[in-house]
């Protein structure tokens, strides 16, 4: 069996999206890692999970989409390999970024003039 994912940390951030990554331990546990699987929820008691095939473009790495800006998500990930899943890793928590309101219409307060 594998050790934890270790390094969470975000790529990148948007009002509807979170893009994270992690390493791989260096500790396969003899067996090459098959997949990885990521763990978040949002303190709501649900936890959602999404499976990361560890090959491809970039297997340490995954965009979870449909986020709720002014939430703070917490997310761990688990490595996977013939003997079996990991532990998971320490959990990595984020606030996800809400858009700035707009500033309201300007106002004149008053004006003076100078003699």
């Not at 500790?27 to 491809?56: E, M, R």
């Not at 928590?93 to 100078?114: E, K, M, V």
Request: net charge negative; hydrophobic share 30%.
């Amino acid at each position: 069996m594998p050790n934890s994912p270790e390094n969470l940390a975000v790529v990148t951030q948007s009002t509807t999206a979170i893009t994270f990554s992690w390493d791989e331990s260096s500790n396969n546990g003899g067996s090459l890692v098959t997949d990885f699987s990521v763990y978040w929820n949002a303190g709501s008691g649900t936890t959602y999970t999404l499976k990361v095939a560890s090959t491809g473009v970039s297997p340490t790495q995954t965009t979870i989409t449909s986020i709720t800006p002014g939430t703070v998500y917490s997310f761990t990930v688990t490595a996977t390999n013939a003997a079996g899943p990991s532990l998971q890793s320490t959990p990595f928590s984020i606030y996800a970024a809400s858009l700035p309101t707009a500033p309201g219409t300007p106002f004149r307060i008053g004006t003076t003039t100078a003699t």
